[in-house]
């Protein structure tokens, strides 16, 4: 079973929909209630997705009053493989400078930043994939030069270089484009937006999520 939490701040259908494709259905969760519920109704479960869209602050505050920052720190004590998109990425770090200072889960050691003065924001667009550790099984089957789909104006500055597994370039800078750390993951860019090459990905967390040891001795 994968769980597809709702912050309120995110669109649930398209990764819904990404998930189909790839023959898989989600499950929405938008508060510890409906977590404890699926976990009593369906079963384990087996992967957890954190899609946002929109400011930092917002979608943590949002995390907190649904309960959601507790359901992701049961997900990851159970050692449930998490993957989170765009914004969902950006929330797994330490801190933001987003619209202020703000605490994010602090999974992935690390702050959100904006992009450099004269840079054209939001990043928007298809953007090529550099591979920084091919191997891995979300990037499976995923090429050097592969494109996939872009809407952010603020980027994850990692403390660890190793957390990276691929990235991309805009405006100069190098933007972390996939993290990994143990059973967290996360997407800068869409997955389900971005053709092929985002099932393959989501594709390849579906099937993490259902055989867990693949990630051992190959992530940090």
Not at 12 to 34: C, K, M, Q, Y
Not at 130 to 140: G, I, Q, S, T, V
Not at 157 to 183: K, L, M, Q
Request: hydrophobic fraction near 45%; proline fraction near 6%; charge should be neutral.
């Amino acid at each position: 079973m994968i769980i597809v939490l709702d912050p309120g701040i995110g669109n649930l259908h398209s990764v819904l929909g990404g998930l189909r494709r790839v023959g898989t259905e989600g499950r929405v969760v938008a508060s510890r209630g409906e977590w404890e519920a699926a976990m009593r109704e369906e079963g384990p479960v087996q992967g957890v997705i954190l899609p946002g869209v929109g400011a930092f602050g917002d979608a943590m505050n949002q995390m907190r009053v649904r309960g959601l920052c507790d359901v992701v720190r049961d997900a990851v004590a159970r050692s449930i493989p998490l993957l989170g998109i765009c914004l969902g990425m950006q929330l797994l770090f330490t801190s933001s400078e987003e619209h202020g200072v703000f605490r994010g889960l602090d999974l992935v050691p690390g702050h959100v930043v904006r992009f450099p003065d004269g840079a054209k924001v939001p990043h928007m667009g298809w953007n090529s994939l550099e591979l920084r550790a091919p191997h891995h099984p979300l990037l499976r089957d995923v090429r050097e030069g592969d494109y996939v789909y872009f809407v952010h104006s603020y980027y994850a500055v990692a403390e660890r270089g190793e957390d990276v597994i691929a990235r991309t370039t805009y405006a100069g800078v190098d933007v972390p484009a996939v993290v990994a750390r143990g059973r967290v993951m996360g997407t800068q860019f869409h997955p389900e937006k971005s053709g092929a090459v985002g099932e393959r990905i989501l594709a390849n967390f579906v099937r993490i999520a259902a055989y867990p040891a693949l990630l051992e001795g190959v992530s940090p």
